[in-house]
């Protein structure tokens, strides 16, 4: 576990300390006394723990593998390693981060919609192959994960499926488009996995504000009729920047 836990102390935040840039991992270490997260734009504190005890939750992975890419960089990040996920849904993909090592954090940010409940049961009611695999380990669950989502809302039963490392991620809500200026001028990411729309713009985003992270993500099989947004996408600014890419099944990682 990493120190900067301390930082979820519900003690005074000591609001005289004035911070200039972004923070870093090593800025949040030499002054913990920072609420640093509280400052995120579009920041949702944690419920108490008795909150979430009674919420039905499940990480539903939605996983085109590959993935493994990712945790050879978060590992070879070691105790710098702050992560800023693009697209949470239930957490899965967060999860994963969280377990390939103990010194990293996660700053996930996701629009936390309310449409899930019903996308859930249309695939389920069309049966579509893939989201039969996807709610498969839930077996007759699925309507009890539906219902909670229509009850608690998407955010919180995101927040159960990650209860367990409280002290390691920070949900931020909201559209990444619209929050990425404000959100650089707080943290300093050393990656970021991009799982949200396939637009060109959100990674661009991510070029302009954080042009120190490593650049990771999803989708570079997705959207074959639409001529794979996301593999557009990144082999163009890998062509305008003199990057390199390096793909396994759906998993994408830049290498500047
Ligand atoms: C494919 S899911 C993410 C899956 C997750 N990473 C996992 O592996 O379990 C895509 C998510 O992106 C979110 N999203 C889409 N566009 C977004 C945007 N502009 N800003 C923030 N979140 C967005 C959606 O709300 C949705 O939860």
């Known amino acids: 576990m990493i120190a900067w ?16 840039g972004p923070l870093s991992y090593n800025d949040t270490m030499r002054d913990s006394t920072i609420h640093w997260m509280e400052e995120l734009p579009g920041y949702q504190p944690w419920p108490p723990a008795d909150e979430l005890e009674s919420v039905f939750s499940f990480p539903v992975a939605l996983d085109g593998g590959g993935k493994r890419l990712v945790d050879e960089v978060i590992r070879s990040q070691g105790a710098e390693c702050l992560v800023l996920e693009v697209g949470v849904f239930l957490g899965a993909s967060v999860l994963r981060w969280l377990e390939a090592s103990e010194h990293c954090t996660v700053i996930g940010v996701d629009l936390w919609g309310n449409g899930w409940a019903n996308i859930i049961r249309r695939y ?21 994960l539906v219902n909670s989502l229509e009850s608690n809302g998407s955010l919180r039963c ?22 990425a200026a404000d959100l650089s001028k707080h943290v300093s990411p050393t990656l970021i996995y991009l799982d949200a729309d396939k637009s060109a713009e959100l990674l661009q985003a991510c070029i302009d504000h954080f042009p120190d992270a490593t650049l990771t993500g999803d989708d570079w099989n997705w959207g074959a009729e639409l001529g794979f947004p996301t593999r ?8 305008r920047h003199g990057w390199r890419v390096e793909v396994e099944r759906s998993t994408w990682v830049i290498h500047k």
Do not use: Y
């Not at 009611?125 to 498969?136: D, F, G, H, S, T």
């Open 158 to 179: 995101s927040l159960k499926n990650l209860e367990r490392h409280r002290d390691r991620f920070v949900a931020v809500r909201g559209d990444f488009s619209a929050l």
């Open 124 to 144: 389920e009611r069309e049966a579509a192959p893939w989201m039969k695999i996807v709610l498969e380990p839930l077996g007759d669950e699925v309507g009890t």
């Open 232 to 239: 557009a996408a990144v082999n163009d600014v890998c062509a």
């Open 5 to 20: 836990g301390c930082c979820f102390d519900s003690g005074p935040a000591d609001r005289s300390t004035t911070r200039q």
